[in-house]
């Protein structure tokens, strides 16, 4: 019986070369644009951003050449919820988050597949840069990084669970960018050349602080610049607007350079150090997922990133109770962050991945 795939197409380049990929494999596709937010719901020009009108044309163009149905799914009202909602409430808790795990996990993955599997589709294929393979063994999926590092994105996807697993195709995974844009080229794809977005869709102008003054409504009072011994050093514009690790933009002349090292979202004000205040070894995480186990039962040596462009680094992670993990690393980071995943490898396999919850000095 022939398969069936829908193929969850951005606009981009990346999934219009999986949907063709998918194609040629032998299966029947369908293509499916998700409709996250409306451009005035953000403050953007219309074709400004992914998902915008014109990445829904240049998706439908690319389903009609390969000769499959196009849909477009209404989703605002979950992203909203899950990825906006979320973003806004971590920064205003402290934290820094990552709306494109939460997009995926609660979006392509979920409301997505769902859909597809409703239609009848076997699976849900991506342009995402990472692999799946299932262990004979233990039967249990496991999530790989790309053959092209550069373009790895297995650090954003590691909270797939294992039904997810056995229903995603990621068609790019052992290919090169250069190989899906000469494809794309020779396929005619009018997105062949089409830049690949960079910043976060809701936010294109990487102005996050703009962004929730405009959708919240509401304006992040000014605090205190506290220095290592709480002395009062000069004023912020609001807790909310600062990142640990942060140094430009501080507006602070203290003779030497300063950063971000500590804030404290209750009393508003934001803690600056040198770049030394910044190094840790140890997080906790919460919120795990693991790939070749159920659980962690047992401490493990792997390596660990703790954002989206750091190197993998060698770690041991110890298991705790109540689902936690703790994460030790050999040598001290900088600026591990709560709310950034933490993303553990054994080698090119994802062991599994959580939120960081407290780092500990």
């Known amino acids: ?115 597809g599997l409703e239609l009848g589709c076997d699976w849900v294929v991506t342009g995402h840069y990472a692999r799946i393979r299932r262990d004979d063994t233990t039967g249990r999926y496991l999530l790989y990084k790309a053959v092209d590092i550069s373009k790895d994105q297995s650090y954003v ?35 062949a050349r089409k830049k690949d977005s960079q910043d976060i869709c809701f936010v294109p102008d990487g102005d996050y602080v703009a962004f929730m003054e405009r959708y919240t409504g509401k304006h992040y009072e000014p605090g205190d610049y506290l220095d290592l011994q709480g002395n009062v050093v000069g004023r912020h514009r609001g807790a ?45 995480a919460n919120d795990w997922n693991w790939f070749p186990f159920e659980d962690l039962t047992a401490p493990l040596e792997v390596t660990a990133k703790a954002r989206y462009n750091q190197s993998p680094q060698p770690a041991t992670v110890y298991p705790e109770e109540n689902g936690f993990a703790r994460v030790v690393f050999h040598t001290p980071q900088r600026a591990l962050t709560p709310g950034q995943a933490v993303v553990l490898y054994d080698g090119d396999m994802v062991v599994g991945g959580g939120t960081i919850c407290q780092v500990i000095k």
């Open 240 to 284: 909310v607007c600062y990142t640990l690790g942060q140094r430009k933009g501080l507006n602070l002349a203290m003779g030497k350079p300063v950063y971000v090292v500590a804030k404290d979202m209750e009393k508003n004000t934001v803690t600056v150090g040198p770049n030394e205040a910044l190094f840790s070894r140890t997080l906790r």
């Open 157 to 191: 996807l590691y909270s797939l669970t294992q039904h997810q697993l056995a229903h995603t195709l990621f068609p790019l995974g052992e290919m090169s960018k250069s190989d899906v844009r000469r494809i794309a080229e020779e396929q005619g794809f009018v997105n």
């Open 1 to 115: 019986m022939e398969k069936k795939a829908l193929i969850a197409m951005s606009g981009g380049v990346d999934s219009s070369v999986a949907a063709y990929l998918t194609k040629e494999a032998g299966c029947h596709c369908t293509g499916a644009t998700m409709r996250l937010y409306d451009n005035h719901d953000i403050g953007a020009e219309i074709g400004s951003t992914c998902c915008s009108l014109d990445d829904v044309e240049d998706a439908r163009a690319v389903a009609t050449r390969l000769g499959m149905r196009h849909y477009v799914f209404n989703f605002t009202d979950d992203f909203h919820e899950k990825v906006i909602g979320n973003f806004i409430r971590c920064y205003e808790c402290g934290t820094t988050p990552n709306p494109c795990i939460q997009c995926n996990r609660h979006l392509k993955f979920d409301h997505l597949l769902r859909r």
